[in-house]
């Protein structure tokens, strides 16, 4: 079992930045494939960015040199820094992590981007 806890949700003014986190509750942090989905409401759940073991990282084209996901393994947390924010990118954004079959999801954390 992995609990995801994320922080770092919040209003900005479209242009800004926000750092998401996500800390998970487990040992051998470093083996799961972590990754940032975003959601709202009426729209089904969106992948934001991917982190791999071994660090490789995947971004769809609409955050794409706005967005970077890292990994810290000596922490148990991932982070999603977002630049540039739009209005679009308003939603709520979840933490994810996977290894193998077994997948586990963050409660979310909200992301307004709005003057």
């Known amino acids: 079992q992995v609990q995801l806890v994320e922080s770092g949700g919040g209003l900005v003014q479209p242009g800004g930045s926000l750092r998401l986190s996500c800390e998970a509750s487990?040992?051998?942090?470093?083996?799961?494939?972590m990754g940032w989905y975003r959601q709202t409401p009426g729209k089904q759940r969106e992948l934001v960015a991917t982190?791999?073991?071994?660090?490789?990282?995947d971004y769809p084209d609409s955050v794409k040199g706005r967005f970077t996901i890292s990994r810290d393994n000596a922490k148990n947390t991932m982070f999603l820094q977002m630049n540039s924010l739009k209005p679009e990118d308003t939603a709520v954004y979840y933490c994810?992590?996977?290894?193998?079959?077994?997948?586990?999801w963050g409660q979310g954390t909200q992301v307004t981007v709005s003057s």
């Open positions: 982190i791999t073991s071994d660090g490789s990282t």
């Open positions: 487990r040992n051998n942090f470093n083996i799961l494939t």
């Open positions: 994810n992590a996977r290894y193998r079959i077994l997948t586990y």
